[in-house]
């Protein structure tokens, strides 16, 4: 009998054990990369350059958070990085510094609200066209968000004439470059949306029915759920998530640039899947894909100090992408 009970906790161990380590693979996963560069290199284990590593991902975390909720419902957007752009454009040309709005239009200094509110506009737009398009003419995700994709940068380069726009005023600035209490101010952007996200999806009928539908579409269509209507809610707030991001990132640069964002969709995408989204849909979390894009933000950051070559990142991202996924299917067989 002692023998039996000791094989039977030895079991549950193991199990426990196995929960465990699938659990939670991403964060040991970063810590062991967070510890290797700081082996390699001892820069970057120093409080600034932390600190400018969760900087530098919050754009990425807040496009990875909207791609989560599309991926969980069976979806995708790759649409973030163009409408990023034009929300970038479209804000920083409301933002600029009084001397240089007064030389051309005479009164036309704005408050700071009217800038954050166009920037965010413009990505709740964009977002809802893109679940209109999917929701209401069955249009695949791929195909609507990369038509967006396509609209929203050449819209972007028509709005600012393919120049960056600049001179933009201090406290629009002071949205990407400031800090609160010693933390730069995108960090707090991104936490405060994160937990918006985590709640929404985790405690609200709305996130429910989109893991619902992530799981069994059709199921979802028999119990009730507005399947249409959820959808449109989904691309929505990723539209809001990518005008948000524009307002961090051109206020970090002091510029609104109709080239901002190209690639950032691919790395939006990686973060999710690294962070366990599953594209078979009905998976997800928050926080992983907030770990997925520490994990990318390390690896740069880490590559840079160690003097990798920009193109030897690319070949790594990429094969961290596919790993992942083949992780992924292996985990659902």
């Given at each position: 009998?002692?023998?039996?009970?000791?094989g039977?906790?030895?079991?549950i161990?193991?199990y426990?054990?196995k929960?465990?380590f699938?659990?939670?693979?991403i964060v040991?996963i970063?810590?062991a990369?967070i510890l290797?560069?700081s082996?390699?290199?001892p820069?970057?284990f120093?409080?600034?350059n932390?600190?400018?590593?969760?900087?530098q991902?919050?754009?990425?975390?807040?496009?990875?958070?909207g791609?989560t909720?599309?991926?969980i419902?069976l979806?995708?957007?790759?649409?973030?990085g163009?409408v990023l752009?034009?929300?970038?454009?479209?804000?920083?040309s409301?933002?600029?510094?009084p001397d240089w709005?007064?030389?051309?239009?005479?009164?036309?200094?704005?408050?700071?609200?009217v800038?954050i509110l166009?920037?965010?506009?413009?990505?709740l737009?964009c977002g809802?066209?893109?679940?209109f398009l999917i929701?209401?003419?069955k249009?695949?995700p791929?195909?609507?968000?990369?038509?967006?994709m396509t609209v929203?940068?050449?819209?972007a380069?028509l709005?600012?004439?393919g120049r960056p726009?600049?001179?933009l005023?201090?406290?629009y600035?002071f949205?990407?470059q400031?800090?609160?209490?010693?933390?730069?101010?995108?960090?707090?952007i991104?936490?405060f949306?994160?937990?918006v996200?985590?709640?929404?999806l985790?405690?609200?009928?709305?996130?429910?029915?989109?893991y619902a539908i992530g799981?069994?579409?059709q199921?979802?269509?028999?119990s009730?759920?507005?399947?249409d209507?959820v959808k449109i809610?989904i691309?929505t707030?990723?539209?809001?998530l990518?005008?948000?991001?524009g307002?961090?990132?051109?206020s970090?640069?002091s510029s609104?640039?109709?080239?901002?964002?190209q690639?950032?969709?691919?790395?939006?995408?990686?973060?999710a899947?690294?962070g366990?989204?599953?594209f078979?849909?009905?998976v997800?979390?928050?926080?992983?894909?907030?770990?997925g894009a520490?994990?990318i933000?390390?690896?740069?950051?880490g590559?840079d100090?160690l003097n990798?070559?920009a193109y030897w990142?690319?070949i790594?991202k990429?094969?961290i992408?596919?790993?992942?996924?083949?992780?992924?299917?292996?985990?659902?067989?």
């Amino acid at each position: 009998m002692a023998t039996t009970k000791t094989g039977e906790t030895g079991l549950i161990n193991k199990y426990w054990i196995k929960i465990i380590f699938q659990k939670y693979a991403i964060v040991l996963i970063l810590l062991a990369m967070i510890l290797l560069v700081s082996i390699l290199s001892p820069a970057f284990f120093q409080v600034r350059n932390l600190l400018n590593v969760v900087r530098q991902i919050s754009v990425i975390g807040l496009l990875g958070m909207g791609v989560t909720l599309a991926i969980i419902a069976l979806g995708i957007d790759l649409s973030s990085g163009s409408v990023l752009a034009l929300a970038a454009v479209v804000a920083a040309s409301l933002a600029q510094r009084p001397d240089w709005a007064e030389a051309k239009f005479p009164g036309l200094v704005l408050p700071l609200i009217v800038p954050i509110l166009a920037g965010l506009i413009i990505g709740l737009i964009c977002g809802w066209i893109n679940g209109f398009l999917i929701a209401q003419f069955k249009i695949p995700p791929f195909i609507a968000t990369l038509g967006m994709m396509t609209v929203a940068r050449g819209f972007a380069l028509l709005y600012s004439d393919g120049r960056p726009i600049s001179s933009l005023t201090d406290s629009y600035n002071f949205i990407g470059q400031g800090e609160v209490l010693g933390f730069p101010i995108p960090i707090l952007i991104l936490l405060f949306m994160a937990l918006v996200t985590h709640v929404m999806l985790n405690y609200t009928r709305f996130g429910r029915y989109v893991y619902a539908i992530g799981g069994n579409e059709q199921a979802a269509r028999v119990s009730g759920i507005n399947i249409d209507k959820v959808k449109i809610g989904i691309y929505t707030y990723a539209g809001l998530l990518s005008g948000l991001a524009g307002i961090v990132l051109s206020s970090r640069i002091s510029s609104g640039q109709p080239g901002l964002g190209q690639g950032y969709e691919l790395d939006a995408i990686a973060s999710a899947v690294i962070g366990g989204t599953s594209f078979a849909g009905g998976v997800g979390t928050v926080w992983g894909t907030l770990v997925g894009a520490l994990i990318i933000g390390v690896l740069n950051n880490g590559l840079d100090l160690l003097n990798v070559s920009a193109y030897w990142q690319q070949i790594v991202k990429g094969a961290i992408i596919v790993v992942a996924i083949i992780i992924d299917e292996r985990k659902n067989r």
